[in-house]
């Protein structure tokens, strides 16, 4: 999964850019191409379905009018555990919805947007939850109790190791509106926890997992079952689930149909549906890799495609590494989440692609489908060692970026991540991390990865993580049996320096692991360039007068100046000196080269040549400024683009803000002032106005044209151009 919190530039670098020929008549195009077979699927694939502990057969049928599932499911469960078990745990993680309260904290934000555009919707439609009616074994009812989403079930006989049990569960669930694992929203249905499912029983602890669901991060435990659902769904539906799908119409009942789908060790069972997905497919070597997605934009269908090769490239590379993928078939499912990716077996869930996405290079979808292996293959407690999922899966995408000749996104974004801040130890639960989930499980959980790899060399990586992947897939690991599989493949000393690491809070990476300063200097300059190269291309016609460009074109090299006023009263020469110290910080992360012009006497001297051919930020009145004074007439007659009055703003009184135009003597470079008109800003109005100088600029905002601010600081008036990405980046 890719939460919210990965905003950060330093913890991933693009905005990810800033997770089947057997499914029956799917809508939309259907693309094949050939390729060598993949002979291991089939065996591998029979080996799975003998191992399968837990089976389902689940019908269900969607009231699509009142967004509620009605649902039996028939459950044998073989106890595998050396205990005799007295009573069976389902989880009812639906239940996480019952309020606001259990639900999952990492939608809260989107839920709250989504209130404000559907004022009609009540704060009780927002919520959920399952009810079970009845469960039966052998035709007696048998007492259960469904608390905290644990579903307890009283055997009336106990079950002894090696024994099997079937269970008939009847029950009926309330999909919430919104943005939730389980959700409806606009047109489609996100169908996760949706029905109670088996808990593990612990062997060791003599205890089954009965923790509810995180909420403010994941709690996925589960063993690998068969699964057989049948899903009564309305004729224009399109569903997706994991498996092998197939469609009949409904014979009783006129625009219904029946999806089933035949999923054989499969981690989850989760499905999206709307009425308005296309597909695309594309066969390779006896895979098949499907897009359910939204035909909202002129030749998506080609961005779609070329998301699917990005897939199969990430398939190949992880299978020849680890170890094969088993199942005949990989899904996709767009939907309307913001800033999250979400991972579940066979299936992943990704946000709406843009006009401007860049497959290729989209490591959040990479990151996305390496969970195929560590989470829906090798399975692992996401709710008390996370590293074993997050970790892995992010040290994986690097790894795979890597391969790919990346340069930037590759081992050196891995090298160059400054984590020494955080004190949580990688094998932390989700409650001891707290909100320090990223930069523990995933930024320190790739770099311990990074340095087992560099210790071991990657010939010897190659086969402990073989190893590691044959002992436990479809099965759940510990970082336990981590720790003996690296013992057994390379070596005590290497066991115990790993061990040290995961248990360590102040773990930072080797320092001959790390980058220099002029390294990482350099990579994060080549980051901000893609940053900013890619923001900007989310709005096609976006105009030459943007304040983001600024930075953007000093990036790809051009010179820019800085150009002070002067002379200054103490007060607006302190304000002038804070500003200025903030931009050449801003600058100096970026690694962006500039010079300050301070007097008027080196202004002359640069003003005809060296300023002529540069980008300038101005900043002060535009009485003191000698740039503006310079430059007025082509600054009044320029405004005139962007639609702001310069004679009228700039004589208001204790008016403030900045205007963006294009350089009055070259048509090539921009010009950037921070004005205010009195004195100096007045003190309520200076720490905004410092905020907004900077926000204005930066990639992950609205693109600013103009803005004008009043006496305390707040914008009364601005000419902007909406970003997409600054809903992902928390802008808005």
């Given amino acids: 999964m890719y939460p919210k919190i990965i905003r950060s530039v330093f913890q991933k670098t693009l905005v990810y850019s800033l997770a089947v020929a057997l499914a029956a008549c799917p809508a939309g195009g259907a693309v094949q191409a050939s390729a060598q077979p993949a002979a291991a699927l089939t065996e591998s694939a029979a080996r799975a379905q003998a191992q399968a502990q837990v089976q389902y057969r689940i019908n269900a049928r969607l009231d699509e009018k009142n967004m509620r599932i009605q649902g039996s ?27 606001k309260a259990t639900q999952n904290s990492m939608f809260e934000q989107d839920n709250e947007e989504i209130g404000k555009d559907n004022p009609q919707k009540k704060p009780e439609d927002f919520l959920g939850g399952i009810d079970i009616r009845s469960i039966t074994a052998e035709g007696q009812a048998l007492s259960f109790t469904n608390s905290h989403q644990a579903l307890r ?14 269970l008939d569960v009847n029950f009926e669930v309330k999909i919430p509106y919104g943005m939730q694992r389980l959700s409806y929203y606009k047109d489609i249905i996100n169908g996760a926890h949706w029905f109670p499912v088996m808990s593990v029983y612990d062997g060791e602890q003599h205890a089954w997992n009965t923790k509810p669901y995180s909420t403010s991060f994941e709690s996925d435990y589960y063993d690998s079952s068969d699964f057989e659902v049948h899903f009564n769904v309305p004729e224009a539906y399109q569903v997706l689930m994991p498996g092998h799908l197939t469609t009949e119409a409904d014979l009783k009942e006129t625009g219904r149909k029946v999806i089933t789908a035949v999923a054989g060790n499969t981690r989850e069972l989760v499905f999206f549906a709307s009425p308005n997905y296309k597909v695309e497919r594309v066969t390779r070597g006896g895979l098949s890799v499907e897009y359910y997605y939204f035909d909202n934009m002129p030749d998506k269908s080609k961005i779609v495609n070329q998301y699917i090769d990005t897939a199969f490239k990430a398939i190949s590379f992880f299978s020849e590494k680890y170890g094969n993928y088993p199942y005949p078939e990989f899904r996709i499912a767009e939907s309307y989440v913001e800033g999250v990716a979400v991972e579940f077996s066979r ?15 989209d490591y959040v979808f990479v990151h996305e489908i390496a969970h195929q292996w560590f989470h829906a293959l090798i399975g692992n407690n996401s709710e008390t060692e996370s590293f074993l999922d997050e970790g892995f899966a992010d040290f994986s995408m690097v790894y795979f970026a890597e391969k790919q000749g990346d340069a930037i996104n590759g081992f050196k974004s891995i090298q160059m991540d400054d984590l020494t801040s955080i004190d949580k130890p990688i094998a932390a639960t989700n409650t001891e991390v707290e909100d320090l989930a990223n930069p523990t499980f995933y930024g320190k959980g790739r770099q311990a990865l990074y340095q087992l790899y560099r210790m071991a060399g990657e010939d010897k990586f190659d086969l402990f993580m073989q190893e590691y992947f044959k002992r436990f897939e479809y099965k759940n690991a510990t970082i336990q049996g981590l720790l003996q599989t690296i013992q057994d493949t390379l070596g005590a000393e290497m066991r115990k320096e790993m061990d040290k690491i995961l248990h360590d809070p102040h773990y930072v990476l080797k320092p001959e692991y790390q980058l220099s300063g002029a390294e990482i200097a350099a990579i994060r300059h080549e980051q901000f360039k893609e940053l900013y190269q890619f923001s900007l291309a989310q709005v096609p016609d976006l105009p030459a007068e943007t304040m983001s460009r600024i930075e953007h074109k000093a990036l790809q090299g051009e010179p820019l100046t800085i150009v002070l006023s002067e002379p200054l009263g103490a007060l607006a020469n302190k304000q002038q000196q804070t500003l200025l110290a903030q931009l050449e910080g801003s600058l100096r992360i970026m690694s962006i080269p500039y010079e300050v012009i301070s007097n008027r006497q080196m202004l002359k001297r640069k003003l005809k040549k060296e300023l002529g051919s540069s980008n300038l930020i101005a900043i002060g009145n535009a009485k003191a400024n000698g740039l503006i004074l310079a430059l007025k007439p082509g600054i009044i007659q320029k405004s005139k683009a962007i639609g702001f009055d310069w004679k009228t703003k700039m004589n208001l009184k204790a008016a403030s803000g900045a205007y963006v135009i294009k350089h009055p003597y070259n048509q090539n470079r921009l010009l950037l002032h921070l004005f205010w008109t009195g004195d100096a800003l007045s003190r309520d109005a200076f720490e905004p106005y410092a905020k907004q100088m900077l926000t204005a600029s930066n990639f992950s905002s609205d693109f600013y044209q103009y803005y004008m601010l009043d006496r305390a600081g707040r914008i009364v008036s601005d000419q902007k151009t909406g970003n997409p990405l600054a809903k992902v980046f928390g802008e808005e």
């Fill in 73 to 99: 499911e028939t459950v044998t469960y073989r106890n595998d555990s050396p205990d005799t078990l007295g009573e069976l745990v389902f989880h009812t993680y639906a239940d996480a919805n019952r309020s």
């Fill in 347 to 361: 299936v992943i869930q990704m946000g709406l692609i843009r006009q401007n996405s860049d497959p290729a290079h």
């Fill in 153 to 166: 079930v009283s055997l009336q006989q106990a079950l002894k190791p090696g024994e099997t049990l079937t």
